[in-house]
Protein backbone atom coordinates (compact mmCIF):
# COMPACT_ATOMS: atom_id res chain seq x y z
CA UNK A 1 0.00 0.00 0.00
CA UNK A 2 1.23 3.69 -1.00
CA UNK A 3 1.50 6.54 1.73
CA UNK A 4 -0.59 8.17 -0.51
CA UNK A 5 -3.74 5.59 -1.06
CA UNK A 6 -6.06 8.07 0.61
CA UNK A 7 -5.66 10.99 -1.42
CA UNK A 8 -5.58 8.92 -4.42
CA UNK A 9 -9.38 8.40 -3.02
CA UNK A 10 -10.21 12.74 -3.26
CA UNK A 11 -12.07 12.21 -6.74
CA UNK A 12 -12.86 15.88 -7.45
CA UNK A 13 -9.45 17.04 -5.99
CA UNK A 14 -8.09 15.65 -9.31
CA UNK A 15 -9.91 17.79 -11.59
CA UNK A 16 -8.52 20.82 -9.84
CA UNK A 17 -5.17 21.96 -11.15
CA UNK A 18 -2.29 23.39 -8.94
CA UNK A 19 -2.79 27.24 -7.67
CA UNK A 20 -0.80 29.12 -10.00
CA UNK A 21 -0.54 32.05 -8.39
CA UNK A 22 0.19 30.21 -4.96
CA UNK A 23 3.94 30.11 -6.57
CA UNK A 24 4.31 34.00 -6.47
CA UNK A 25 2.46 33.89 -2.93
CA UNK A 26 5.54 31.53 -1.47
CA UNK A 27 8.08 33.95 -3.40
CA UNK A 28 6.30 36.39 -1.55
CA UNK A 29 6.76 35.63 1.58
CA UNK A 30 9.51 34.11 1.54
CA UNK A 31 11.22 37.36 0.32
CA UNK A 32 9.15 39.06 3.16
CA UNK A 33 10.97 36.23 5.88
CA UNK A 34 14.38 37.51 4.46
CA UNK A 35 13.72 40.95 5.22
CA UNK A 36 12.54 42.28 1.84
CA UNK A 37 9.96 45.17 1.64
CA UNK A 38 7.38 43.50 -1.17
CA UNK A 39 4.51 45.64 -2.29
CA UNK A 40 1.71 43.05 -3.09
CA UNK A 41 -0.54 44.20 -5.84
CA UNK A 42 -1.60 40.84 -6.57
CA UNK A 43 -4.60 39.31 -4.65
CA UNK A 44 -7.97 41.75 -5.34
CA UNK A 45 -8.28 42.25 -1.48
CA UNK A 46 -10.00 45.51 -0.29
CA UNK A 47 -7.38 47.38 2.00
CA UNK A 48 -10.05 49.95 2.71
CA UNK A 49 -12.08 50.26 5.92
CA UNK A 50 -15.58 49.36 5.82
CA UNK A 51 -17.71 53.01 5.85
CA UNK A 52 -18.20 54.09 10.10
CA UNK A 53 -22.07 53.85 9.78
CA UNK A 54 -21.79 50.48 8.67
CA UNK A 55 -19.79 49.42 11.23
CA UNK A 56 -22.01 50.73 13.83
CA UNK A 57 -24.71 49.34 12.91
CA UNK A 58 -22.89 46.13 13.13
CA UNK A 59 -21.91 46.08 16.03
CA UNK A 60 -25.20 47.61 17.52
CA UNK A 61 -27.37 44.69 15.93
CA UNK A 62 -24.62 42.21 17.37
CA UNK A 63 -25.68 43.38 21.10
CA UNK A 64 -28.78 42.06 20.70
CA UNK A 65 -29.24 38.31 21.70
CA UNK A 66 -31.51 37.53 19.31
CA UNK A 67 -29.59 38.01 16.85
CA UNK A 68 -27.34 35.46 17.34
CA UNK A 69 -29.44 32.36 16.78
CA UNK A 70 -29.30 30.66 13.32
CA UNK A 71 -30.53 32.65 10.58
CA UNK A 72 -31.99 32.17 7.37
CA UNK A 73 -30.42 30.19 4.59
CA UNK A 74 -32.24 32.18 1.62
CA UNK A 75 -31.49 35.68 3.60
CA UNK A 76 -33.05 37.81 6.48
CA UNK A 77 -36.60 39.47 4.81
CA UNK A 78 -35.24 42.83 5.60
CA UNK A 79 -32.05 42.54 3.52
CA UNK A 80 -34.25 40.74 0.50
CA UNK A 81 -36.76 43.52 0.64
CA UNK A 82 -33.39 45.80 0.46
CA UNK A 83 -31.99 44.28 -2.20
CA UNK A 84 -35.37 44.41 -4.46
CA UNK A 85 -35.38 48.39 -3.28
CA UNK A 86 -31.97 48.44 -4.61
CA UNK A 87 -32.74 47.15 -7.95
CA UNK A 88 -35.31 49.15 -8.64
CA UNK A 89 -33.88 52.39 -7.78
CA UNK A 90 -30.42 51.76 -9.44
CA UNK A 91 -31.82 49.56 -12.72
CA UNK A 92 -35.73 50.36 -12.60
CA UNK A 93 -36.05 46.15 -12.40
CA UNK A 94 -38.38 44.37 -10.49
CA UNK A 95 -37.21 42.06 -8.32
CA UNK A 96 -39.86 39.57 -6.32
CA UNK A 97 -37.65 39.52 -2.75
CA UNK A 98 -39.30 36.39 -1.77
CA UNK A 99 -38.52 34.17 -5.24
CA UNK A 100 -35.89 36.57 -7.41
CA UNK A 101 -33.43 37.33 -4.44
CA UNK A 102 -31.35 35.37 -2.20
CA UNK A 103 -28.34 36.45 0.13
CA UNK A 104 -25.14 34.32 -0.41
CA UNK A 105 -21.98 34.67 1.73
CA UNK A 106 -20.56 36.43 -0.61
CA UNK A 107 -20.79 36.35 -4.66
CA UNK A 108 -17.97 33.65 -4.76
CA UNK A 109 -20.08 30.92 -2.44
CA UNK A 110 -23.58 31.49 -4.00
CA UNK A 111 -21.86 30.85 -7.77
CA UNK A 112 -19.87 27.91 -6.72
CA UNK A 113 -23.15 26.59 -5.11
CA UNK A 114 -25.11 27.28 -7.87
CA UNK A 115 -23.36 25.72 -10.11
CA UNK A 116 -23.09 22.46 -7.96
CA UNK A 117 -26.78 22.85 -8.20
CA UNK A 118 -27.45 22.91 -11.63
CA UNK A 119 -24.49 21.42 -13.68
CA UNK A 120 -24.03 17.67 -14.06
CA UNK A 121 -21.37 15.51 -15.17
CA UNK A 122 -20.06 15.99 -18.90
CA UNK A 123 -22.69 19.21 -18.81
CA UNK A 124 -20.77 21.82 -21.23
CA UNK A 125 -20.69 25.34 -19.85
CA UNK A 126 -18.69 28.01 -21.59
CA UNK A 127 -16.50 30.28 -19.74
CA UNK A 128 -14.43 33.68 -21.16
CA UNK A 129 -10.94 32.85 -21.42
CA UNK A 130 -9.33 34.53 -19.17
CA UNK A 131 -11.17 34.55 -16.14
CA UNK A 132 -12.11 34.59 -11.97
CA UNK A 133 -10.79 31.30 -11.27
CA UNK A 134 -13.74 30.02 -9.46
CA UNK A 135 -15.94 30.29 -12.47
CA UNK A 136 -13.30 27.77 -14.27
CA UNK A 137 -13.22 25.43 -10.90
CA UNK A 138 -16.96 25.88 -10.20
CA UNK A 139 -17.33 23.60 -13.11
CA UNK A 140 -15.13 21.19 -11.99
CA UNK A 141 -16.19 20.72 -9.06
CA UNK A 142 -19.51 20.07 -10.35
CA UNK A 143 -18.21 17.68 -12.78
CA UNK A 144 -19.07 19.47 -15.97
CA UNK A 145 -17.16 20.45 -18.71
CA UNK A 146 -14.72 23.38 -19.43
CA UNK A 147 -15.60 25.23 -23.36
CA UNK A 148 -12.97 28.66 -22.76
CA UNK A 149 -14.38 31.58 -24.82
CA UNK A 150 -11.64 33.73 -25.96
CA UNK A 151 -11.76 37.21 -24.32
CA UNK A 152 -9.30 39.96 -25.08
CA UNK A 153 -8.54 43.70 -26.32
CA UNK A 154 -7.94 42.22 -29.87
CA UNK A 155 -10.99 39.72 -29.85
CA UNK A 156 -14.75 39.91 -30.48
CA UNK A 157 -16.15 38.14 -27.80
CA UNK A 158 -19.67 37.62 -28.66
CA UNK A 159 -18.55 36.23 -32.36
CA UNK A 160 -16.08 33.90 -30.44
CA UNK A 161 -19.14 33.38 -28.53
CA UNK A 162 -21.31 32.29 -31.56
CA UNK A 163 -18.76 30.43 -33.16
CA UNK A 164 -18.55 27.95 -29.84
CA UNK A 165 -22.05 27.69 -30.16
CA UNK A 166 -21.50 26.48 -33.29
CA UNK A 167 -19.40 23.84 -33.36
CA UNK A 168 -19.53 22.43 -29.62
CA UNK A 169 -21.02 19.28 -28.92
CA UNK A 170 -23.21 18.90 -26.23
CA UNK A 171 -24.43 22.02 -26.68
CA UNK A 172 -24.15 24.34 -23.43
CA UNK A 173 -26.12 24.45 -20.91
CA UNK A 174 -24.74 27.68 -19.27
CA UNK A 175 -22.61 30.41 -19.68
CA UNK A 176 -20.50 32.05 -16.90
CA UNK A 177 -19.16 35.48 -17.29
CA UNK A 178 -18.60 39.08 -15.75
CA UNK A 179 -19.09 42.74 -16.75
CA UNK A 180 -17.25 44.63 -15.92
CA UNK A 181 -14.52 41.90 -16.17
CA UNK A 182 -12.08 40.26 -13.80
CA UNK A 183 -9.32 40.42 -14.79
CA UNK A 184 -8.86 41.70 -18.31
CA UNK A 185 -11.31 45.16 -16.85
CA UNK A 186 -13.40 44.30 -20.38
CA UNK A 187 -16.75 46.84 -20.29
CA UNK A 188 -19.81 46.11 -22.08
CA UNK A 189 -22.93 48.22 -22.83
CA UNK A 190 -26.83 47.08 -22.47
CA UNK A 191 -26.81 46.48 -26.02
CA UNK A 192 -24.47 43.61 -25.72
CA UNK A 193 -26.75 42.25 -22.79
CA UNK A 194 -29.71 42.52 -25.08
CA UNK A 195 -28.09 40.04 -27.38
CA UNK A 196 -26.60 37.66 -25.50
CA UNK A 197 -30.46 37.33 -23.79
CA UNK A 198 -31.51 36.41 -27.46
CA UNK A 199 -28.60 33.98 -27.92
CA UNK A 200 -29.34 32.26 -24.53
CA UNK A 201 -33.07 32.29 -24.89
CA UNK A 202 -33.10 30.71 -28.71
CA UNK A 203 -30.42 28.11 -27.42
CA UNK A 204 -32.16 27.25 -23.65
CA UNK A 205 -28.27 28.75 -22.24
CA UNK A 206 -28.68 29.05 -18.51
CA UNK A 207 -26.92 33.00 -17.66
CA UNK A 208 -24.39 33.29 -14.61
CA UNK A 209 -23.44 36.76 -14.53
CA UNK A 210 -20.85 37.84 -11.87
CA UNK A 211 -21.41 41.40 -10.96
CA UNK A 212 -19.14 42.02 -8.36
CA UNK A 213 -17.61 45.52 -10.05
CA UNK A 214 -20.69 46.52 -10.52
CA UNK A 215 -20.23 50.01 -9.08
CA UNK A 216 -16.75 50.48 -9.31
CA UNK A 217 -16.60 52.48 -12.47
CA UNK A 218 -14.33 55.52 -13.71
CA UNK A 219 -16.30 56.08 -16.41
CA UNK A 220 -20.48 56.40 -16.94
CA UNK A 221 -22.34 53.07 -15.27
CA UNK A 222 -21.84 49.33 -15.77
CA UNK A 223 -25.40 47.98 -17.08
CA UNK A 224 -27.23 44.82 -15.32
CA UNK A 225 -28.06 41.77 -17.21
CA UNK A 226 -31.54 41.93 -15.22
CA UNK A 227 -32.13 45.14 -17.04
CA UNK A 228 -32.89 43.24 -20.40
CA UNK A 229 -36.68 42.38 -20.83
CA UNK A 230 -36.45 38.39 -20.86
CA UNK A 231 -33.34 38.26 -18.64
CA UNK A 232 -35.16 36.68 -15.63
CA UNK A 233 -36.42 33.41 -18.12
CA UNK A 234 -32.83 32.47 -18.32
CA UNK A 235 -30.13 33.99 -15.86
CA UNK A 236 -29.23 34.73 -12.62
CA UNK A 237 -26.45 37.83 -11.88
CA UNK A 238 -24.62 37.58 -8.36
CA UNK A 239 -23.80 40.86 -6.96
CA UNK A 240 -21.27 41.52 -3.82
CA UNK A 241 -20.69 43.88 -1.18
CA UNK A 242 -17.04 43.39 -0.95
CA UNK A 243 -15.82 46.00 -3.29
CA UNK A 244 -18.65 48.89 -3.32
CA UNK A 245 -18.45 48.92 -0.06
CA UNK A 246 -15.19 47.87 1.21
CA UNK A 247 -16.28 44.73 3.22
CA UNK A 248 -14.48 41.96 1.82
CA UNK A 249 -14.43 39.86 4.86
CA UNK A 250 -17.59 40.16 6.16
CA UNK A 251 -18.50 37.81 2.97
CA UNK A 252 -22.17 38.94 2.19
CA UNK A 253 -23.60 39.33 -1.25
CA UNK A 254 -26.94 38.10 -3.25
CA UNK A 255 -28.15 36.72 -6.32
CA UNK A 256 -30.87 38.06 -8.34
CA UNK A 257 -32.72 36.47 -11.05
CA UNK A 258 -34.58 33.78 -12.81
CA UNK A 259 -36.80 31.71 -10.11
CA UNK A 260 -36.38 28.40 -11.10
CA UNK A 261 -32.50 28.86 -10.30
CA UNK A 262 -32.83 30.96 -7.20
CA UNK A 263 -34.94 28.09 -6.11
CA UNK A 264 -32.39 25.69 -7.09
CA UNK A 265 -29.38 27.13 -5.15
CA UNK A 266 -31.68 27.89 -2.08
CA UNK A 267 -32.13 24.48 -1.64
CA UNK A 268 -28.48 23.60 -1.90
CA UNK A 269 -27.65 26.14 0.99
CA UNK A 270 -30.34 24.78 3.02
CA UNK A 271 -28.11 21.99 3.26
CA UNK A 272 -25.60 23.35 3.50
CA UNK A 273 -25.76 26.27 5.63
CA UNK A 274 -27.88 28.61 7.88
CA UNK A 275 -26.75 31.90 6.44
CA UNK A 276 -24.68 34.69 7.28
CA UNK A 277 -24.60 35.70 10.55
CA UNK A 278 -27.59 37.88 11.22
CA UNK A 279 -25.92 41.25 12.30
CA UNK A 280 -23.66 41.09 9.18
CA UNK A 281 -27.31 40.88 7.50
CA UNK A 282 -28.37 43.95 9.48
CA UNK A 283 -25.63 45.72 8.66
CA UNK A 284 -25.61 44.98 4.72
CA UNK A 285 -29.09 46.43 4.60
CA UNK A 286 -27.80 49.54 5.94
CA UNK A 287 -24.73 49.42 3.15
CA UNK A 288 -27.28 49.42 0.22
CA UNK A 289 -29.23 52.15 1.56
CA UNK A 290 -25.78 53.75 1.89
CA UNK A 291 -25.53 57.80 0.43
CA UNK A 292 -24.32 56.72 -3.22
CA UNK A 293 -21.38 59.08 -2.53
CA UNK A 294 -20.28 57.07 0.43
CA UNK A 295 -19.52 54.05 -3.11
CA UNK A 296 -18.15 57.02 -4.99
CA UNK A 297 -15.43 58.13 -2.69
CA UNK A 298 -14.18 54.36 -2.56
CA UNK A 299 -14.24 54.71 -6.59
CA UNK A 300 -12.29 57.99 -6.19
CA UNK A 301 -9.46 56.61 -4.42
CA UNK A 302 -8.97 53.86 -6.90
CA UNK A 303 -9.14 55.92 -9.47
CA UNK A 304 -5.87 58.00 -8.13
CA UNK A 305 -4.28 54.70 -7.76
CA UNK A 306 -4.80 53.82 -11.28
CA UNK A 307 -3.56 56.67 -12.51
CA UNK A 308 -0.95 56.68 -10.19
CA UNK A 309 0.61 53.40 -11.52
CA UNK A 310 -0.50 53.48 -15.01
CA UNK A 311 1.16 56.85 -15.32
CA UNK A 312 4.19 55.73 -13.72
CA UNK A 313 4.55 52.87 -15.83
CA UNK A 314 3.84 54.37 -18.80
CA UNK A 315 6.78 56.84 -18.18
CA UNK A 316 9.31 54.06 -17.02
CA UNK A 317 8.38 52.56 -21.07
CA UNK A 318 6.00 49.97 -20.00
CA UNK A 319 3.00 50.85 -22.04
CA UNK A 320 -0.74 49.75 -20.50
CA UNK A 321 -3.96 51.22 -20.87
CA UNK A 322 -6.15 52.47 -18.13
CA UNK A 323 -9.21 50.09 -17.29
CA UNK A 324 -12.18 52.32 -16.90
CA UNK A 325 -13.47 50.62 -14.00
CA UNK A 326 -12.93 47.46 -11.71
CA UNK A 327 -9.87 47.71 -9.19
CA UNK A 328 -7.20 45.83 -11.17
CA UNK A 329 -4.88 47.21 -14.12
CA UNK A 330 -4.40 44.22 -17.25
CA UNK A 331 -0.89 44.76 -18.89
CA UNK A 332 0.69 43.56 -21.41
CA UNK A 333 4.16 41.85 -20.27
CA UNK A 334 7.10 44.60 -21.62
CA UNK A 335 8.25 43.38 -24.82
CA UNK A 336 11.55 41.93 -24.09
CA UNK A 337 10.67 39.98 -21.14
CA UNK A 338 7.43 38.24 -22.72
CA UNK A 339 9.06 34.77 -24.31
CA UNK A 340 9.42 34.13 -20.43
CA UNK A 341 5.92 34.20 -19.79
CA UNK A 342 3.67 35.40 -16.92
CA UNK A 343 4.88 32.99 -13.86
CA UNK A 344 8.22 33.69 -14.55
CA UNK A 345 7.99 37.14 -15.34
CA UNK A 346 5.99 38.00 -11.94
CA UNK A 347 8.75 35.85 -10.31
CA UNK A 348 11.04 38.28 -11.74
CA UNK A 349 8.63 41.30 -10.46
CA UNK A 350 9.15 40.11 -6.49
CA UNK A 351 12.83 39.53 -7.23
CA UNK A 352 13.89 42.13 -8.73
CA UNK A 353 11.00 45.00 -8.35
CA UNK A 354 10.05 43.83 -4.71
CA UNK A 355 6.42 43.76 -6.47
CA UNK A 356 3.86 41.19 -6.36
CA UNK A 357 1.35 40.54 -9.11
CA UNK A 358 -0.68 37.94 -10.52
CA UNK A 359 0.21 36.10 -13.61
CA UNK A 360 -2.17 36.17 -16.41
CA UNK A 361 -1.90 32.51 -17.07
CA UNK A 362 -3.27 31.43 -13.46
CA UNK A 363 -6.37 33.21 -15.03
CA UNK A 364 -6.68 30.83 -18.05
CA UNK A 365 -4.37 29.96 -21.34
CA UNK A 366 -5.59 33.12 -22.99
CA UNK A 367 -4.18 35.30 -20.30
CA UNK A 368 -1.01 34.49 -20.75
CA UNK A 369 1.51 37.16 -21.60
CA UNK A 370 -0.29 39.28 -19.27
CA UNK A 371 -0.25 40.32 -15.35
CA UNK A 372 -2.81 41.64 -13.53
CA UNK A 373 -1.99 44.57 -11.10
CA UNK A 374 -4.38 45.08 -7.83
CA UNK A 375 -4.95 48.87 -6.59
CA UNK A 376 -5.33 47.12 -3.26
CA UNK A 377 -2.20 49.43 -1.68
CA UNK A 378 -2.29 53.68 -1.19
CA UNK A 379 -1.07 55.42 -3.39
CA UNK A 380 2.88 56.15 -1.83
CA UNK A 381 3.31 52.44 -1.95
CA UNK A 382 2.27 52.35 -5.19
CA UNK A 383 4.92 55.40 -6.34
CA UNK A 384 7.22 52.97 -4.59
CA UNK A 385 6.20 49.97 -6.56
CA UNK A 386 6.43 51.60 -9.95
CA UNK A 387 10.01 52.92 -8.54
CA UNK A 388 10.94 49.71 -8.00
CA UNK A 389 9.44 48.43 -11.58
CA UNK A 390 11.43 51.42 -13.18
CA UNK A 391 14.54 49.94 -12.08
CA UNK A 392 14.07 46.74 -12.90
CA UNK A 393 13.36 47.96 -16.53
CA UNK A 394 16.56 49.84 -16.72
CA UNK A 395 14.34 53.57 -16.82
CA UNK A 396 16.01 56.19 -14.73
CA UNK A 397 14.44 56.27 -11.16
CA UNK A 398 12.06 59.67 -10.88
Not at 37 to 47: A, F, R, S, Y
Not at 75 to 94: F, M, W
Request: glycine share 8%; net charge neutral.
Amino acid sequence: MTDNWLSERFHRMRRLPPYVFSEVVQQMMAARRAGDDIINLGMGNPDGSTPPHIVERLVEAVRETKNHRYSMSKGIPGLRNQIAEHYSERYDVDIDPEHEAIVTIGSKEGLAHLVLACIGPEDVVFVPNPTYPIHIYSVGIAGGNIRSVPIGPDRDFFADLLEAGRTTWPKPKALIFSFPHNPTAAMVDLEFFERLVDWARRNQVMLIHDFAYADLMFEGRAPSLMQVPGAKDVGVEFYSLSKSYNMPGWRVGFAVGNKQMIAALGRMKSYLDYGVFQPIQIAAVIALRSDPEVTRGIVETYRSRRDALCDGLVRAGWPVDKPRGTMFVWAQIPEQYRDEGSLAFCKRLVAEAKVAASPGIGFGEFGEGYVRFALVENEPRIKQAVRGIRKMLGAEVE
